[in-house]
């Protein structure tokens, strides 16, 4: 399979505790994205990464939040001391600056990772 | 207000009928028009991809831009079961620039297609 790739799928955890999600984006994908989507919402975006540069956070990534991209491969995305609040679907999506170029603007997007806050 | 509105629904059609989704924005930036379908518990799947003002056709399904009016459209022909998703509008500025090429959705619309 040569599609976005999410771990862990579903996390619950306890209030307060950190959690980690990874992002294994296509291979041959410089752009990478974080969205999170909660129920009945649509995906609403988090950061962007081209390559290993981190070039832009949204209003919606507290200092709770923080992401990373070592070596402009996978990527992780850690939430430090979580809120009920932070419940949601953490969506990562790459693609081709190339593609983006030839203007499609499509986002291949993963699985999605669960987190659920008790 | 929301930078794209769209209606949540649900909506429930019987097989065959013809359905019809529809999202507003109000950034006036925005000039590529996607329309995603995610199924539960799934991430989203891109469906059709419009550039600015227009109509683009892929077999039972159409997609329409008004720009003017800042309005997009999709259009499902003999609606299957199989149809049954949450579907997304999605839109972006030029790639380039501070925009990225991020993705701004509605809320999604919930469509069943009952047999």
């Known amino acids: 399979d040569t599609g976005v790739s999410q771990n862990p799928r579903h996390k619950i955890t306890k209030r307060g505790q950190n959690v980690t999600f990874r992002c294994d984006p296509i291979?041959?994908?410089?752009?990478l994205y974080w969205y999170r989507q909660t129920l009945g919402q649509g995906p609403e975006f988090l950061t962007y990464?081209?390559?290993?540069?981190?070039?832009?956070k949204s209003r919606l990534l507290s200092d709770r939040f923080s992401a990373e991209r070592p070596k402009g491969s996978f990527s992780t995305l850690e939430i430090q001391r979580t809120e009920q609040g932070d419940s949601a679907m953490y969506l990562c999506?790459?693609?081709?600056?190339?593609?983006?170029?030839?203007?499609?603007?499509?986002?291949?997007f993963g699985e999605g990772s669960r987190l659920t806050v008790l | 207000q929301k930078e794209v509105e769209q209606d949540p629904g649900p909506l429930s059609v019987p097989e065959g009928a013809i359905v019809s989704l529809n999202c507003t924005y109000s950034?006036?930036?925005?000039?590529?028009f996607m329309w995603y379908r995610q199924y539960s518990r799934k991430g989203p799947e891109l469906l059709m991809y419009?550039?600015?003002?227009g109509n683009k056709e892929d077999g039972r399904f159409t997609a329409q831009v008004d720009k003017s009016s800042k309005y997009i459209s999709l259009f499902i022909r003999d609606s299957q079961p199989s149809d049954s998703a949450t579907y997304l509008c999605?839109?972006?500025?030029?790639?380039?620039?501070?925009?990225?090429?991020?993705?701004?959705f509605g809320q999604g619309t919930i469509l069943t297609v009952h047999p």
């Open positions: 990464f081209q390559n290993e540069a981190q070039l832009e």
């Open positions: 291979s041959e994908h410089n752009r």
């Open positions: 999605a839109m972006r500025a030029n790639a380039g620039g501070t925009s990225y090429g991020k993705l701004t």
């Open positions: 950034n006036s930036a925005f000039q590529y």
């Open positions: 419009t550039y600015s003002s």
């Open positions: 999506a790459s693609s081709s600056l190339d593609r983006d170029a030839a203007s499609t603007g499509e986002l291949f």
